[in-house]
């Protein structure tokens, strides 16, 4: 079983940033998914912990970035440039990385939500 606790949610106004962060309870590939209202849950990045490597959902690509902190067990999503149709929770997930293709979750955090105004 992988703990995962996101935090960083919050609200903000259309064109603006926020940073979510999410601590795993062991080193694993994790990455992030969001469930918009009134629909259903979307990949939106992921990175491999081995590598380092990452994969963005075209979405977001440009705009958000995900990294890792290795020592902390820590992955975060940086999201710039932020716009309404972004609101959803938010949810950290471990899981199997795939460079082309969204991760496949196997644990779930219990997700942050984030609201944009415009």
């Known amino acids: 079983q992988v703990q995962l606790v996101e935090s960083g949610g919050g609200l903000v106004q259309a064109g603006g940033s926020l940073r979510l962060s999410c601590v795993g309870s062991i080193p694993t590939s994790m990455g992030w998914f969001r469930q918009p209202p009134g629909k259903e849950r979307e990949f939106v990045a992921s990175i491999g912990w081995n590598t380092g490597r990452t994969n963005h959902a075209n979405s977001v690509k440009g705009r958000f970035t995900i990294s890792r902190d290795n020592a902390k067990k820590t992955i975060y999503l940086q999201m710039n440039s932020l716009r309404p149709e972004d609101t959803a929770v938010y949810y950290c997930?471990?899981?199997?990385?795939?460079?082309?293709?969204?991760?496949?979750?196997?644990?779930w955090g219990q997700g942050t939500q984030v609201t944009v105004s415009s």
């Open positions: 997930v471990s899981g199997a990385f795939y460079l082309d293709s969204p991760m496949k979750p196997q644990y």
